[in-house]
């Protein structure tokens, strides 16, 4: 083979690769990574397949292999491909996530005065020149990216150009330093044989070296101690110094795992019986995975969508099936939502299977990652827990991947390119390597719960809870009645009564606020009435600046009513409240309760969430408060009462999922309670207890809750209908901004004109909800079709849009 196609690291790259000859002395093969030239610079680059014929008729050779040892495996280099045409990402990016933490390093340029300058040219300068090379003599060598920035505005590269053609500066290529590398760690051990060394000891007590007898003593019967070890011990660096000088020791640097599980232990424990709903899941499963690792596999990738309500022993599921696939010699990736919240979640994870399991997450340090990274990949684990990008983990032998909570939207990476959805990656994961997916929740996304539906998926259900424990009782409170009966509180009476209750029980109460959304629609406190746009029938947002309402779908404005339109309240415009106001309330109200807050304000280290998390468990607090995070997969056995604050919020956020995210936070809200043996209650407050989310989230019904929705959807043509993509334009300038996003709507319109696609409509161009981030206007325009990639492969999309395939948030 004497070519390689290249996916290169650069913003100009594109999702395609690049012809380069390998250069005779090199071996080259797929995955591996190296340095190319591109342009006029040195750039890292992966190799996604190897030849014998160019396909170019000119081609640059490879500078250097990076690693002897490739750095993605075939089933990866497959796997970039794919999300680089599903998720319109160059081909490098779509590689990245999978490549070691901290891999990515560029070249720097380094500029550097020469030390004996010729006379002739230093009379040659004029003065922007000579200014530049007196910087330059006082700073020494520099980088040119740091001397660009430091001396913004002036003509940096001209100026540096003219110095080096006149022979006064020098310019030097350099590599980026490693921002990780493995952490290695000073040991001592004999340099002699063992025998050698005792028959020393008594030499040296003899001598009254009395010190160095002992420590010598130590190191032949230990093998290697260190060094750290050796000056807790109390003998001085001068013993150690003598040791080594007399040839009978020697220091050696060991490499040493940084592991993120170290502060916690571990007990093995066994699995439960399980439970009649359980076993028949688990069946299924079982079976499923057994055909796979047989030759007569043939059924494709099995993909299960485990439907239990919380509580029902879904966790039990994956913990059998990850047995039973490392029993068939298979390994497995578990996929849960941010995992820094569910400490617990690890711990049973941890507990069943000691010792063979890697975490992986963002909190973690970068060194951290690296040697869990490393570890993994040379098959030390069974099983690697971590948020999202853990489906990347270079796990080998893989035939288990399990994602827990999959509806959660923290699986879809919104940030950067490739944007891609942790299920879909996972499913198609799973094709490449002949590998099962469980996905569970009690809330299914909609659209996986459809899936379900036309056979797609295969629907396990547990729909009761363990051991006879029952799902709350939720009362819905009608928070205008409370109005008008002249409670001004935010606590219903109900929920004031029940709070007291509990606490006189010594029994804990948890208080939850969905912020998400707050203070950004207008509703009318009479009634509960929300402003929506007539086209698009998403609630309007409220902008302060301007005191109007407008659609960020269609861009529809309106100045904020001062009467309510639809019962002549004057209370119509009522924003929400935060988890600080809700604090001071409950201090007013329950001076006698302790509390504690959990919120992004308060939870930013990295293990306060668990500080905060037992200090509840042990009971320090009587009273948690708390947004979203609360809601997550904890057992809290000792809570009693929830209660929901404002259950609407959210409901109005101007999104096509609002309805569903409402319902499966109320509902996962709901399932904190009870989760011991003593029985709970939910109370939620609502402005609006006739809408099904909150209606169906109250009688726990997904079912319900589906059908409404996915009438709703039809109705709308959102997803499952159809699927979209969301393009947003950003700009300093705000009318170069909607211009471009105008110039371009123009275009796709075009387009689907000419090719007829009557099913396919571009919606906007509007201003994007948050219209300003970090000083650039951002403009949005969405495409609605049953396959926006056949639009969006025609068009070519210019530096400074985003492309979002299947958002999960038009906002
Ligand atoms: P989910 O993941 O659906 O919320 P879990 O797997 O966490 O449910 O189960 C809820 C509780 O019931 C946990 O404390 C778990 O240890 C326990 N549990 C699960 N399965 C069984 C079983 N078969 N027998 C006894 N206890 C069980
Ligand atoms: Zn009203
Ligand atoms: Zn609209």
Redesign the pocket.
Known sequence: MNYAEVAVSSPLAQPRTFCYAIPPDMFVSVGQAVWVPFGPRMVQGLVFAVSDEPAVEETREIAELIDPRPMLSPHQVELARWLSERYLSPLFDAAASMLPPGFERRVLTFIEPVSSPSEAALASLNAKQREMLLLLQRWGKVELGQLKKKLKRERVDLVIDQLLRKGLVTKTKELERAKVSPKLVPYLGLAVAAERARQEIPVLDHRRAYQQAKLLALIAESGLISLSEVRRLGFSTSVVQALKEKGLIAVEQLRVQRDPLAHRSFEKTS?????PA?EAAWHEIRESLRRLSSAEHRDGTPVFLLH????????????CALDQAIALGRRAIVLVPEIALTPQTIG?FSARFPGRVAVLHSKLSLGEQFDEWQRIRDGAFDVVIGSRSAVFAPQPDLGLIVI?EEHEWTYKQQEQSPRYHAREVAIKLAQLTRSAVIL?S?TPDLESYHQAQIGDYRLLQ?PE???Q?KLPKVEIVDMRQELKQGNRSIFSRSLFQAITKALTAGEQVILFLNRRGTASFVQCRDCGFVLRCRRCDISLTYHGTQDSLICHQCSYKMPVPRICPSCFSRRIKFLGIGTQRIAEEVAKAFPQARLLRWDRDVTRGKYSHEEILDRFLSHDADILIGTQMIAK?L?LPLVTLVGVINADIGLYFPDFHSSERTFQILTQVA?RAG?GILEGRVIMQSYSPEHYAIAAAAEHDYHAFYEREFAFRRQQGTPPFNRLARLVYSHTNATLCQREAERMQQVLRAEIDSWGLPETSVIGPAPAYTQRVRGRYRWQIIIRSPDPLTILGQVPIPQGWVVDIDPISLI
């Open positions: 699995p439960p019986k399980l439970t359980q239990g309500v919380t509580g029902s022993g879904k966790t039990e599921i994956y913990l049973r827990d569970g009690a547990l809870r363990i051991a424990a997969g057992d399932g989760r």
